[in-house]
């Protein structure tokens, strides 16, 4: 029996070898194939790229000789290179589509397959359907699809110089650079290897790196610049006695932000830290955008800067579209994930480290210091991320539960309920828990978040015990 194959939020990913095989991957790409040349018939030109997993150089040659087949003239890109590059560069290109070999923070033994729309955005739901549906009409075909008498030549493709060039229009670097600022990166052995580096470096900016060659094993670990996976980066620091640690994950649309004396800066705070910053020192106040379960903090901030909000599900995309459309400023998903107005409208690692930067070098002053500032105008939060495993028994009553909008939880009166995305309570002192099923395991994803460290301890036991009660 065939595998299902299924685009999620960041496209499709499986373990190598066991759904992610030669035979899979030849399905998928087939898949989106048929549906660029459905969109346009002659002249198709798709990106195809990937981040430095293994066999990555292996499954890239093998897409595009099935986008050439198809008539579909594939755009090589011969060196890793990070997810947001290759939407600066469909959209500068003017090409049709991106076909990106990347498990992005995934563990080591994953790949997948990110396919993007000519607009730089991550593929919506209803292509990603469309995609399933030509895969699936393949599968069930009784003779083999035609393919092109003639296959479309290969041509080549370096997103890197284009990309970086946008990048310094955006950023301050001279700003950073007159500060002294000394940087330390990780880009985890990834995919922005030579890219944050290369433009501070070339801007005169003092950076030394970790992890900065190829290991398709990415140190034993997922790439994922998560707290507990950056000591190398905080040893770096320490060393050089730098200001800021900045790191990427594996295909460099995650951020991880490390203050000057080792604390490591939730994804959450960064994200409000920045919306501040930008309004601040560009006078952005057109809109800010947030998943439905990242921190309250930037409600809070919006309503201190009259700015509109935007609350989306889970799925950069959703944000995507806003900063398509110029509504926001800046959007960010508490997973790391953030973008801002007049770039991509992908998740962009590179950009947010490099913006932590600038924040830093013009205001003078750590990130800690910067937040501690906001706290005192606004109030202060205290989020929360967990994830729990679920027996087939206990899914299907909780599945039930959150079916139900509940008047009150576990001594909270339920002032609002939210259903953009899973089930959102929010109570009247400002805190919440938000519940969201996974698609893909028997996962429950957790967030809630308090107005102090006590509320939070006290609600998250409450939050997981209502899981299970």
């Not at 560069?89 to 397959?113: C, L, R």
Request: with cysteine; proline share 5%; aromatic share 8%.
């Amino acid at each position: 029996m065939l595998t299902q194959i299924k685009f999620g939020t960041s496209g499709w990913r499986a373990v190598m070898a066991e759904e992610f095989t030669f035979a899979n991957v030849r399905r998928a790409v087939g898949g989106i194939a048929r549906y660029v040349a459905s969109e346009k018939p002659q002249g198709a030109r798709v990106i195809v790229g990937r981040d430095p997993r293994f066999l990555g150089e292996t499954f890239c040659s093998m897409a595009a000789d099935i986008l050439a087949a198809h008539r579909i003239t594939p755009l090589m890109v011969a060196e890793p290179a990070p997810t947001p590059s290759f939407a600066y560069a469909v959209i500068q290109d003017k090409a049709d589509g991106v076909i990106n070999f990347t498990a992005s923070h995934n563990p080591p033994e994953y790949n997948g397959i990110k396919f993007s729309t000519p607009d730089g955005c991550p593929a919506l739901p209803e292509v990603t359907k469309r995609i399933e549906a030509e895969i699936l009409a393949a599968d069930c075909a009784s003779s083999p699809i035609a393919k092109a008498d003639k296959p479309a030549p290969r041509q080549t493709l370096d997103p890197k110089l284009a990309y970086l060039k946008r990048l310094a229009e955006i950023v301050d670097l001279e700003a950073i650079r007159k500060a002294n600022l000394r940087v330390a990166f990780d880009p985890m052995w990834g995919a922005a290897r030579g890219y944050s580096d290369d433009l501070l470096r070339g801007a005169g900016i003092n950076v030394v790196t970790v992890h900065d060659y190829r290991d398709v094993l990415f140190g034993g670990h997922a790439p994922e610049p998560d707290d507990h996976l950056l000591e190398d980066l905080r040893l770096k620091m320490r060393e050089t006695a730098a200001h800021i640690g900045i790191a990427t994950d594996g295909d460099a649309d995650r951020f991880g932000i490390v203050d000057a004396d080792g604390t490591f800066l939730q994804p959450n705070y960064v994200i409000a830290l920045l919306f501040d910053y930008l309004v601040e020192s560009r006078g952005w106040k057109n809109g800010v955008a947030k998943s439905v379960a990242t921190t309250n903090l930037v409600n809070a901030l919006a309503r201190h800067h009259g700015v509109e909000l935007h609350e989306t599900p889970v799925g950069f995309k959703y944000i995507g579209e806003l900063i398509m459309q110029d509504k926001i400023a800046i959007g960010g998903e508490e997973s790391a994930g953030l973008s801002i107005r007049h770039h991509v409208p992908e998740k962009d690692g590179v950009l947010a480290g490099l913006l932590c930067c600038e924040a830093v070098a013009r205001c003078g002053k750590s990130l800690t210091e910067q937040l501690r500032r906001i706290s005192n105008q606004v109030g202060s939060f205290f989020p929360k991320r967990e994830n729990f495993r679920l027996t087939p028994e206990v899914k299907q009553k909780f599945t039930e539960k959150l079916r139900v909008d509940p008047k009150e939880f576990c001594g909270h009166a339920v002032e609002q309920v939210v259903r953009t995305d899973g089930l959102k309570l929010v109570f009247s002192d400002g805190s919440w828990v938000c519940y969201r099923l996974s698609g893909t395991e028997p996962v429950v994803r957790l967030y809630s978040e308090a107005r102090s460290e006590k509320g939070l301890e006290k609600l998250s036991t409450a939050a997981k015990h209502w899981i299970f009660e």
